[in-house]
């Protein structure tokens, strides 16, 4: 028995996935595209705001995005001055701008024709109809795109593989009732009842349409997991393990669930894809989100109005491009890298 | 010596089928039809028998797995465990729960090297999770000593015990598959055709490995294959399956010299022997093929290829008789 020289012994299947992964030049662009989309997300406040970054005052100085932050989070308060400053009025010593000095949802009446409304020095990628910024549109919206894709995402994904699992490993009536529940569910036609919901409640939030959107969307995840437990369970290593007197739980989440899940979870980057493009589709179609807010949808939704706005559909329409096909790619590189067949 | 470890009494065990929209079950598969035999402490017995005839699952139901992997599967009959006080216990309707303190008794080695390893634990993990659940007083030294002390007794290196399958061939992870059955002392282990995924100079090597272990350590091994030469290489006793019933039981010299049932004799002649000297030995060529399990002939499984076949043959199944040469024959007319 000869020892090989291989730098990568005693690797664990994660780590070697990772190795595989990296070798993948689209799957690595696509991971750092998801990354800046993320880090726009994570600092949208600080990228696009009506308030100065850092501003002086009367000689005193304050961080305004900062305090935003704090009042979002329910952990500061506005000082009764600020409350409802109009703060590019307000007369400072001096202050810092963010990149994009304007808010979402701040409107710029004096903007009335297609051209003042049009991509400018002053609004780069031009406002929509009632004067709101679409860069800095965009860069809010990024937040909402994530978040729907994520959240739908785990929902659907905590639903799928708990019941494709129990289906998978117990088989028998248990996987005949799972079963009859997935394909009851696959019936429904997913746009409609949604649209449905949405219009029945008066309210729409964002946590309604991530909750639909995860709550109709595990389907396809259940029967997949259920395959891959069946498949799993019948190795003989889970022979072994039960000729070895071990527990069911051990035997379901050591010995099944980590070699079942891992295709499972390659599904989730399309999953988080059919969100995005899911809500997309609602907002443009004016079902989505509340008209106060804004997502890339949304901004996609102005363009039906105003024909000749060609930036309102372009650049959502590019975000929306870009984001969706980095998780795809991700995606493909992942299942590539998890492909014993496309080893090297 | 022969002292009875594990007796086997008319096991039966049948595979519901199931059918029709509802599922219900239409029939049932007869993989093992009323087979007894007994293995001794410190013996190999061999089992051999074409694919098909029950031998697999004539070892699952040992390990008494099948109600697990399963479902709906029907048991009956005796799997009588015997410990060294001669305390006898029958495994085969042992509840869950009952079972667990047997299971450090009987172990299994697998046929495929490559799924009978779980690929995301690491060597280490694999061979000291049978110990952490059986021997849960044992420090976390004293398992790490184990493991690497089990490493040595199968011959591989302690240092690999940080790797992943992935990174063995197929008669590493065979030993590797070893030192977990052996990790907590059975008194019997299971092989079901240990071999036949390797190499040829690597077989050697294993079974060699096998018998080195059975004389450290003293324990019994069900040796389930096809390959009816490493089958007498490395038993002393060999049982001969056809459909699901034992057709003869003797010894490993008297069944591969001196077969006597007809089925023994024809899967005798398939063997290519490298030896001159057996030349004269007639190849027996069966006609037909071997009829479903899901729907066996009458009287004797093996009556409609025999070619010695009476009458009678359809209407009883024949016991195993005691012939003269001291086999243990399924046949009355042999």
């Not at chain 1, 289906?167 to 019936?187: H, K, M, P, Q, Y």
């Not at chain 2, 293995?39 to 390990?63: D, P, Q, Y």
């Not at chain 2, 065979?174 to 990790?183: E, K, T």
């Not at chain 2, 030349?279 to 009458?298: A, F, M």
Request: contains cysteine.
């Amino acid at each position: 028995m000869s020892t090989p020289v291989n730098k990568n012994e005693g690797e664990s299947y994660g780590a070697f996935v990772r190795r595989q992964f990296r070798k993948n030049s689209f799957g690595m662009v696509s991971v750092w595209i998801v990354g800046i989309v993320a880090v726009i997300a994570i600092f949208a406040d600080l990228l696009a705001n009506d308030k100065p970054v850092v501003c002086s005052l009367r000689g005193e100085v304050y961080f305004p995005v900062v305090r935003e932050m704090g009042v979002t989070f329910g952990i500061a308060q506005w000082g009764t001055e600020f409350a409802t400053a109009d703060w590019k009025a307000l007369n400072y010593d001096w202050a810092v701008y963010p990149l994009v000095p304007y808010a979402p949802s701040s409107t710029d009446k004096q903007l009335v024709t297609l051209k003042e409304r049009a991509p400018s020095g002053s609004h780069w990628l031009g406002t929509d109809d009632i004067g709101r910024d679409v860069l800095s549109g965009l860069i809010h919206g990024s937040r909402y795109a994530l978040s729907i894709g994520f959240v739908a995402m785990s929902i659907a994904l905590t639903i799928g593989i708990i019941l494709g699992a129990i289906a998978g490993f117990f088989g028998g009536l248990t996987d005949l009732l799972i079963s009859r529940l997935i394909e009851v569910v696959i019936t429904f036609p997913r746009f409609f009842l949604i649209i449905t919901i949405v219009a029945l409640v008066e309210e729409g939030t964002l946590w309604l349409i991530m909750g639909l959107i995860g709550l109709t969307g595990w389907t396809s995840i259940a029967r997949f997991m259920r395959g891959e437990v069946l498949r799993v369970r019948n190795l003989d290593y889970v022979s072994a393990a039960t000729a070895l007197g071990y527990s069911t739980t051990r035997i379901i989440f050591r010995h099944v669930m980590p070699n079942a899940i891992a295709p499972v979870l390659i599904y989730a980057a399309f999953g988080i894809v059919s969100a995005i493009l899911f809500e997309s589709a609602l907002s443009f179609l004016g079902f989505g989100v509340p008209p106060t807010v804004v997502t890339w949808g949304s901004v996609l939704h102005k363009a039906r109005a105003s024909t000749y706005s060609w930036w309102l559909a372009v650049f959502p329409g590019l975000m929306i491009f870009v984001t969706v096909s980095a998780f795809n790619l991700i995606g493909d590189a992942l299942r590539d890298a998890t492909d014993p067949r496309l080893r090297n | 010596m022969s002292e009875p470890l594990l007796e086997v009494k008319n096991l039966r065990v049948r595979f519901p089928v199931h059918g029709g929209i509802l599922q219900r079950k239409v029939g049932s598969v007869n993989a093992v039809d009323g087979v007894s035999f007994t293995i001794e402490r410190g013996e190999t017995l061999g089992l051999v028998g074409e694919s098909g005839c029950g031998k697999t699952t004539v070892g699952r139901a040992l390990i008494n797995i099948l109600k697990h992997v399963a479902p709906g599967v029907e048991l009956d009959g005796e799997v009588v465990y015997v410990d060294k006080d001669g305390k006898r216990t029958d495994l085969l309707h042992l509840s869950k729960r009952d079972m667990i303190p047997f299971r450090s008794k009987i172990q299994m080695i697998f046929q495929d090297p490559y799924s009978s390893l779980n690929a995301r634990l690491s060597v280490k993990q694999i061979i000291a999770e049978p110990l952490e659940i059986h021997n849960p007083e044992m420090s976390k030294k004293e398992v790490d000593d184990k493991v690497m002390w089990l490493l040595e007794r199968v011959g591989l290196q302690p240092e690999y015990a940080g790797r992943y399958p992935h990174e063995f061939s197929g008669g590493q992870r065979q030993r590797i598959g070893i030192a977990r059955a052996l990790a907590t002392n059975p008194d019997l282990i299971i092989c079901d055709e240990p071999v036949s995924a390797l190499d040829v100079s690597v077989q050697a090597q294993v079974i060699n490995l096998m018998e080195d272990l059975q004389k450290e350590f003293g324990m019994s091994y069900l040796f389930i294959a096809h390959d009816l030469s490493v089958v007498y290489h490395i038993s002393k006793r060999i049982a001969v399956m056809y459909l699901g019933n034992l057709v003869e039981l003797g010894t490993a010299n008297q069944v591969y010299f001196d077969p006597v049932h007809p089925y023994s004799r024809a899967l005798l002649s398939s063997v290519p022997v490298p030896d001159p000297t057996r030349k004269n030995v007639k190849r027996v060529v069966l006609q037909g093929d071997i009829p479903t399990p899901l729907n066996k002939p009458s009287g004797c499984g093996f009556r409609t290829r025999c070619p010695v076949a009476q009458v009678e043959c359809a209407a009883n199944v024949p016991q195993l008789l005691a012939k003269d040469n001291g086999a243990l024959v399924a046949c009355p007319y042999a």
